[in-house]
Antibody, heavy 120, light 106 residues
Framework: EVQVVESGGGLVQSGGSLRLSCVAS????????MSWVRHLPGKGLEWLSA????????FYSDSVKGRFTISRDNSRNTVFLQLNNVRAGDTARYYC?????????????WGPGAQVTVSS | DIQMTQSPSILSASVGDRVTITCRAS??????LAWYRQKPGEAPELLIF???SLKNGVPSRFSGSGSGTQFTLTIASLQPEDSATYYC????????FGQGTTVEIK
């Protein structure tokens, strides 16, 4: 069974940092691109970042470029999202999502999410 | 960036009704569109990809159509478990979600 599970969420002060992790199982991790998507409270879904199956290529939305960094460790079936210089507007539930292919496309499996709350 | 606009924002219907949600892209995205359902308190789940392909295991009451800039998601016979927010997402050029359509059961 395909599973992705996020961890590392919590309360962080404005301007602070946090690292989210996502551990995957049930599929050949190094053959799939992975992404992070967040759900802002009272709003919709926002794609944030994606990484190729090898980790050599990364993509970012304009809203997080320069502040967030995506990476992966294929030996541990894990993808990370480093959040730096967080703001109140980053308060959201963060989801790790798997693409069905080696390239980022749509997202066929999602984790339960990790809550990030930014305090001032 | 490609903008995705869904309509309506909120929809109220009865069990058994046929429901249609529309998604419009700000530029041509061919058939590179997916639909998701997000039940309250849960993660999104993929329903349809490539505009009209149903993901394995998704009930056949769900269907998708369209190409270019206009797309629709249809629920042939609304069920109580379909009370959720539905999102379209384009993957022609980077990745963008629509703002969501909330489906309520009367």
């Amino acid at each position: 069974e395909v599973q992705v599970v996020e961890s590392g969420g919590g309360l962080v002060q404005s301007g602070g940092s946090l690292r989210l992790s996502c551990v995957a199982s049930g599929f050949t991790f190094n053959t799939h691109a992975m992404s992070w998507v967040r759900h802002l409270p009272g709003k919709g879904l926002e794609w944030l970042s994606a990484i190729s199956r090898s980790g050599n290529t990364t993509f970012y939305s304009d809203s997080v470029k320069g502040r967030f960094t995506i990476s992966r460790d294929n030996s541990r079936n894990t993808v990370f999202l480093q959040l730096n210089n967080v703001r109140a507007g980053d308060t959201a539930r963060y989801y790790c999502a798997k693409s069905p292919l080696g390239v980022v496309a749509f997202f066929d499996h999602w984790g339960p999410g990790a809550q990030v709350t930014v305090s001032s | 960036d490609i903008q995705m606009t869904q309509s309506p924002s909120i929809l109220s219907a009865s069990v058994g009704d046929r429901v249609t949600i529309t998604c419009r892209a700000s530029q041509n995205i061919n058939i590179w569109l997916a639909w998701y359902r997000q039940k309250p308190g849960e993660a999104p789940e993929l329903l349809i990809f490539r505009a009209s392909s149903l993901k394995n295991g998704v009930p056949s009451r769900f269907s998708g159509s369209g190409s270019g800039t206009q797309f629709t998601l249809t629920i042939a016979s609304l069920q109580p478990e379909d009370s959720a927010t539905y999102y379209c997402q384009q993957y022609n050029n980077k990745w963008t979600f629509g703002q969501g359509t909330t489906v309520e059961i009367k």
